[in-house]
């Protein structure tokens, strides 16, 4: 245990390991985690300017945060972020429903992004229940909005849950808050990564990993200790990030704040791994450097550590998968719109098997290093 | 007998590293390696602590065949590598122990081979500063005491005193010397022939991957020539004194040079004082005297035609 103890110790005495295991978690979860529950950013739209139309405004309310934007550019803010979902009252809405035609709601949201969906029921179960009333007071609009006043005072109750948003661990606004901090503290451990990778480098250069190496331990010792104790520092910070999450909204509840933090378990080792491989490949400090430049950090990016991976391209999508961050993006979404542990497995395997391809490109000629 | 190559020969491409190398170390030796750079003194070394495999040949360590070094072999020795290999984000004290370790020590084996060794290269003030802050001779000493620790039966040391001061090198090779004097067998390796002959019992000197000589020092130097000079310088020069110093048993020429005698004799066939008793019997006064011998370095020249620091 020399070598892991060792390591371990070297770890955490570096200046940079308390800035990035509590500093800057900590920093994203107070930014991130206060904004995160602040609410849907919605554009509405108010086209009928009906009774019907305040009620469906009324219900989205404490879901929502109003932006307001012009029409023409909903798309646009959209794909940049300003609005999360975009819902549009036509004119003429009330009298239809009256008429008992289907009238719909039009709503725009970027597609994948199940995190509006909060919004989305608020709306349609009032507009459901207007459907309802309307088939009652075969078109007397004065009963008809007696009957939703009765609604609206909650007399009435209101079937606003989807099944799906029934089982979810949080509230779809707060839920993500969540999934963008998991994506940027998936940074800060990606972060400790290269810093494991620089010492291993200048162990390299610095001679001691070949003086190591010719004691007498065995190389794949050396390697379970280095990578044990790498692992094992990130592992904490994941861990830690995790349970801060836990604390912060205690309504995730036990169940899913355990598999978050199985999830960023599995994924410090798939970035343990993914570091031995930079190192190995890059071979020095100056080419790990950019290394990290130009792969890691367009890497995070594809796979959702800065945004969501929903609002990319089609085809910059199929690439995401390509990326680890990408299945512990998504394990977290999952996993706060209440699934089981099952449905977690398959992504837990995806990151597994990324854990084992690092691992051999991270071992691969390190053996005729030692020689 | 401690290692044992026999025609061991190692190329890189078509470098030929070592060409058919044999060589024995004896427990208790002090076996200084000496050739220029790129003779092949690392490769050699190298291939003893088993980290280089050999394209032919048999090496033995301890009498077990070193293509089966076990762990229990490897802790009965200790490399101090040519180039400095210590951790510069953990303090003198932390790389000692950390190599103390890797060998096997723990417990209190461990505090007091860490001590023994800290204490042994002069660092034990400054067993709690990082190397960071050391000279070149402090980093030297460290990188042979992470060496020591675990009390190797067999220590070799490569080229450990270059780019040093002097007091740091005569402290090494000081340390060096009681290191053997407490039984344990050294390999020294170097191109400095003045360490070699400071430190060493026996020689092999190496050159383009061949042992090209190797013995006690006297031994080489016979090899060289069987021959001394003896330069005295008189108060004033007379045919008597010359005559007289021609008759002494052993002396083959004696040829003045203003008031300098050049005297050939042969080698420790002829004692100084003889000489010089010879002069001043004459009424003549001797002003200084002096014995030229061959040197590792003359060795190294009549072997090859070139300097070691060609
Ligand atoms: N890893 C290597 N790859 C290629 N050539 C090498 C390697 N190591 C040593 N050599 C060559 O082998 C020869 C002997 O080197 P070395 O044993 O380091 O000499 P010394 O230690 O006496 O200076 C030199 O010509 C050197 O260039
Ligand atoms: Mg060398």
Redesign the interface.
Known sequence: M??FA?YVK?VF??PWIILLTIVVPVLIVLLVGVDGGAGIRVALFDYDKSELSRMVTDAVTPVSVFVDIEEDEIDEALLDGRVEYALILPQGLEDAVLRGERAGLRSHSLQGVEMTGSVRSAANALLSTAHNVARHVEGDRDAFRRAMGLVGDGRFALQTETFRSERAALPTDQASGVSRLVGLLTLTMLAMVVITCFIFL??VE???F???L????SVRRYMVETNGAFFLVTVLQGIAAAIVIGIIFPQLGLMATLMLVLVLAVFSLVAVSLGLAVANIAKTVRRTQVTVNFLLIPMAMLGGAFWPVEIMPRFLQRLADFTPIRWVTSATQALLSGAELTEIVPHIGILLLFAVVFQLLGSWNRVDIA? | MVVRMQRVTKRYGDVVALDNVDLTIERGEIVGLLGPNGAGKTTTISGVYGLTRFDAGEVTLFGHPAKRIDPGIKRRMGLVPQDIAVFDDLTAGENVSYFGRLYGLSGRALTEGVSFALEFTGLNERRDQRPKSFSGGMKRRLNIACALAHRPELVILDEPTVGIDPQSRNHILESVRALNRDGTTVIYTSHYMEEVEAVCSRVIVMDHGRVIASGTQSDLKALVSDEETIDIELERMTPRVVEAVRSVAGVKECLPEGTHLRITVERDGVRLGRVIEKATGLGVEVLSAQIERPTLESVFLSLTGRTLRD
Request: glycine fraction near 16%; charged fraction near 25%; charge should be positive.
């Open positions: 020399t070598i060792t070297r005495a570096g200048k162990d610095t001679g001691t070949h003086r190591t010719a004691g007498p331990m020689r």
